[in-house]
T-cell receptor, first 112, second 116 residues
Framework: KAGVTQTPRYLIKTRGQQVTLSCSPISGHRSVSWYQQTPGQGLQFLFEYFSETQRNKGNFPGRFSGRQFSNSRSEMNVSTLELGDSALYLC???????????FGPGTRLTVL | SQQGEEDPQALSIQEGENATMNCSYKTSINNLQWYRQNSGRGLVHLILIRSNEREKHSGRLRVTLDTSKKSSSLLITASRAADTASYFCATDPLMNYGGSQGNLIFGKGTKLSVKP
């Protein structure tokens, strides 16, 4: 079974721009979660989607948004980028809640 | 907010030795999961232990869970240089209605260095 894939792997943007990251879950997994990882804050939960619905959201500003498509693929968008948005963005998929979450390789976003 | 707190923050051992990492958490949980991360790459799932389990094994890994103390430990036996990585515990918090919150809460991790 193919693992979780994320594209692109690396991104460099400037302040004020917006960015869209993509995640394809493991086949058969309908739950997709997004996390932000920074050296200072560690791994922080962004949002969780299941069957195209956002079921849970972390404590991030409205500039961070996401969506899930009918094939379970998910995208997250960050608008009006700030320097502090530089991070590794990780996507995880699971069969359902309270199951193992399997992570993709991440997208390394650098904001200049 | 961080729920899990790993201890120690860093651990350096020789190949062949055992490595023990501890994790403490604050709220009731459905399960606790351990992950490994190599140099800023994606997280690799190691093991999941449910709240009604006390111990679980997978290869050279042994995980224990003590829900009364809200703590877990990960033991890696006969460590190898390839085990060098950061290790994270993550909890799946139990909601009031008995379900899952749907997201994992991670600790800051333990950096393990295994010297050949």
């Amino acid at each position: 079974k193919a693992g979780v894939t994320q594209t692109p792997r690396y991104l460099i943007k400037t302040r004020g721009q917006q960015v869209t990251l993509s995640c394809s879950p493991i086949s058969g997994h309908r739950s997709v979660s997004w996390y932000q990882q920074t050296p200072g804050q560690g791994l922080q939960f962004l949002f969780e989607y299941f069957s195209e619905t956002q079921r849970n959201k972390g404590n991030f500003p409205g500039r961070f948004s996401g969506r899930q498509f009918s094939n379970s693929r998910s995208e997250m968008n960050v608008s009006t980028l700030e320097l502090g948005d530089s991070a590794l963005y990780l996507c995880a998929s699971s069969f359902g809640r309270s199951n193992e979450q399997f992570f993709g390789p991440g997208t390394r976003l650098t904001v200049l | 907010s961080q729920q899990g707190e790993e201890d120690p923050q860093a651990l350096s051992i020789q190949e062949g030795e055992n490595a023990t990492m501890n994790c403490s958490y604050k709220t009731s949980i459905n399960n606790l999961q351990w992950y490994r991360q190599n140099s800023g790459r994606g997280l690799v799932h190691l093991i999941l232990i449910r709240s009604n389990e006390r111990e679980k094994h997978s290869g050279r890994l042994r995980v224990t869970l003590d829900t009364s103390k809200k703590s877990s430990s990960l033991l890696i036996t006969a460590s190898r240089a390839a085990d060098t990585a950061s290790y994270f515990c993550a909890t799946d918090p139990l909601m009031n209605y008995g379900g899952s919150q749907g997201n994992l809460i991670f600790g800051k991790g333990t950096k393990l260095s295994v010297k050949p």
